[in-house]
T-cell receptor, first 113, second 112 residues
Framework: KAGVTQTPRYLIKTRGQQVTLSCSPISGHRSVSWYQQTPGQGLQFLFEYFSETQRNKGNFPGRFSGRQFSNSRSEMNVSTLELGDSALYLC????????????FGPGTRLTVT | TQLLEQSPQFLSIQEGENLTVYCNSSSVFSSLQWYRQEPGEGPVLLVTVVTGGEVKKLKRLTFQFGDARKDSSLHITAAQPGDTGLYLCAGDLVESNYQLIWGAGTKLIIKP
């Protein structure tokens, strides 16, 4: 079974730009969660989608948004990038939700200059 | 304030030694997961503990869930360089809503 894939793996953007990250979950998994990981803050929950519906959202500004498609693939978008948005963005898929076994992708390393 | 406190934050030991990593909270969790993350990769689930007092073994790794389901520990026997990584615990609060609470992690380095 193919694992969780994330594209792109690396990205360099400048302040003020916007970015879209993509996540393809394991086949059959309907839940996708997004996380931001930084050395100072650790793993921070962004949002979780299940069957195209956002079920929960973390404490991030409205510049961070996401969506899920009917095939369970998910995207997250960050608008008006700030230097502090530099981080590893991880997505995780599971059958029913984060409480169940989660499988993480390798992440997208975003650098904002 | 971290809801889940992991300790120590950093540990560097020699191959063959034993170690214990702790994950503590004042909150009750319905379950707790342990992950290991290697550089440049996403976390990989090691184990999920569900019942208070539960002990699970994964080769040289022993995981325990506290009786009150507020804390957990990971014990590694005869550590090997391949155990090097960031160990993360994540808890599912009893009243959670599709969200795990994450610890900040323990960075473990095993020197050959």
């Amino acid at each position: 079974k193919a694992g969780v894939t994330q594209t792109p793996r690396y990205l360099i953007k400048t302040r003020g730009q916007q970015v879209t990250l993509s996540c393809s979950p394991i086949s059959g998994h309907r839940s996708v969660s997004w996380y931001q990981q930084t050395p100072g803050q650790g793993l921070q929950f962004l949002f979780e989608y299940f069957s195209e519906t956002q079920r929960n959202k973390g404490n991030f500004p409205g510049r961070f948004s996401g969506r899920q498609f009917s095939n369970s693939r998910s995207e997250m978008n960050v608008s008006t990038l700030e230097l502090g948005d530099s981080a590893l963005y991880l997505c995780a898929s599971s059958l029913q939700g984060p409480s169940y076994e989660q499988y993480f992708g390798p992440g997208t390393r975003l650098t904002v200059t | 304030t971290q809801l889940l406190e992991q300790s120590p934050q950093f540990l560097s030991i020699q191959e063959g030694e034993n170690l214990t990593v702790y994950c503590n909270s004042s909150s009750v969790f319905s379950s707790l997961q342990w992950y290991r993350q290697e550089p440049g990769e996403g976390p990989v689930l090691l184990v999920t503990v569900v019942t208070g007092g539960e002990v699970k073994k994964l080769k040289r790794l022993t995981f325990q869930f506290g009786d009150a389901r507020k804390d957990s520990s990971l014990h590694i026997t005869a550590a090997q360089p391949g155990d090097t990584g960031l160990y993360l615990c994540a808890g599912d609060l009893v009243e959670s809503n599709y969200q795990l609470i994450w610890g900040a992690g323990t960075k473990l380095i095993i020197k050959p």
